[in-house]
């Protein structure tokens, strides 16, 4: 069966051979752990139980986890053994089960995911995307993810095809996220503040691209006001990103500062905004909730 999961459209039998993704059918699960440096109400008091797999559909020339998504380290499990680790981490006390990178096993994914719902996993969980997806991969998780996470990268093509090799990105990306929207339009959060279902969107500013990063804000406020937006400030040249003078530096406080008082600017008023101090790689986040529902 040739593979069709997300836009690249490989085109590969991913039962005998890697896809662009650099995986297989089954996911490889690279790590999982307790994670307390995502969004405020991602991961609460108690942390997020997130799962990262390896290999991705983007060739970021600045990823940061570039040995997980080359797809060069990990354990390969099935469905059930996915569900069991869902319990592991359920098993810390965390708020949620939260999947990073799923798209490229989709349905190996919406697999473990429905066993362990079945088993009785009420815990939310969390869909943890570059958002390079196509709206009817997508619809295979309706029902089944709580709270969407994508990452909104670009705006402008060239740079989506300069720094990920993602042709036609932003028109892929905010097709996906108005389907995620029509999926999980409505948040929820518990009486700690940690959501329970809804959708954040995320972008990461980068050097030299604040006004790329307005255009995004532009397109929420036209298209999804009401969204949840993070704004994050800790880029910083990883992996390839020497070779790329342009966005060989960290993201300067001006830069970062500029965007944060555009979204202001635009009204809209769901953010999570970070203090804008210099990224380096082992970087904890420090929160700010602008504001949240009035």
Known sequence: MTCDLCPRNCGVDRDIQQGFCQTGLNPVVAKACVHNWEEPPISGTRGSGTVFFAGCNLRCVFCQNHAISRGKVGRIVTPALLADVFFELADKGVHNINLVTPSHILPAVADAVGQAKKRGLTLPFVYNTNAYETVGAL??????IDIYLPD???????????YSDAPGYFDIATKAILEMVRQ??????DDDGVMRRGLIIRHLVLPGRRKDAMRILDWIADHVPDAYVSLMAQYFPAYRAYEFQEINRRVTTFEYQ???QYFTGLGLKNGFMQDAKSAVPDYVPDWDCVSNEE
């Open 139 to 144: 619809r295979r998780m309706d029902g089944l």
């Open 184 to 189: 999980n339009s409505q948040a929820v959060f």
């Open 258 to 260: 500029s965007v944060v």
């Open 152 to 162: 909104l990268k670009y705006c402008d093509d060239e740079a989506a095809r300069r």
